[in-house]
Nanobody, 123 residues
Framework: VQLVESGGGSVEAGGSVRLSCVAS????????VAWIRQAPGKGREGVAS????????YYSDSVKGRVAIWQDNAKNTVYLQMNSLKPEDTSMYYC??????????????????WGQGTQVTVS
C-alpha cells in the first residue's frame, strides 16, 4: 500500500486548505483512511477518518465543524478540506490507512500504512 499526500502549504489564519491522498495497492474495496497530524513537540492526533466502503466519517472534536473528509473512488483519492484555520492547526499532516477497522479510529498506532506527510503552517 502506498499513500501520497499533497496540498499542504502556508496559510493565513482563517483561511482554508485542501489536502489530497492518493492511495494505491489496496487489494480489497473498503478500507479505513485517516488524516493524522503532528505538531512540533507534540504527539500525533487523529483529525478525521473515512471508511471507503460506506463513506462513514469520523472527526476529532478539535476540528469538528471546520473539516470535511471525503473520497473520490475514480481517482483513488481521499481529501481533507480544512476551513477557518487556526495557528494551532499548524502540523505535519499524514495520510494513513488500515484494511482492518481501527478502534478507536483516532489512535495513530491502529494505522499500519503511512504517507510521507504534508506540512500545513497557519500564521
Amino acid at each position: 500500500v502506498q499513500l501520497v499526500e499533497s496540498g499542504g502549504g502556508s496559510v493565513e489564519a482563517g483561511g482554508s486548505v485542501r489536502l489530497s491522498c492518493v492511495a494505491s495497492g489496496f487489494t480489497e474495496d473498503g478500507n479505513y483512511v485517516a488524516w493524522i497530524r503532528q505538531a512540533p513537540g507534540k504527539g500525533r492526533e487523529g483529525v478525521a477518518s473515512i471508511y471507503t466502503g460506506t463513506d462513514r466519517t469520523y472527526y476529532s472534536d478539535s476540528v469538528k465543524g471546520r473539516v470535511a473528509i471525503w473520497q473520490d473512488n475514480a481517482k483513488n483519492t481521499v481529501y481533507l478540506q480544512m476551513n477557518s484555520l487556526k495557528p494551532e492547526d499548524t502540523s505535519m499532516y499524514y495520510c494513513t490507512a488500515s484494511t482492518n477497522m481501527p478502534y478507536p479510529w483516532y489512535l495513530p498506532r491502529r494505522y499500519p500504512y503511512w504517507g510521507q506527510g504534508t506540512q500545513v503552517t497557519v500564521s
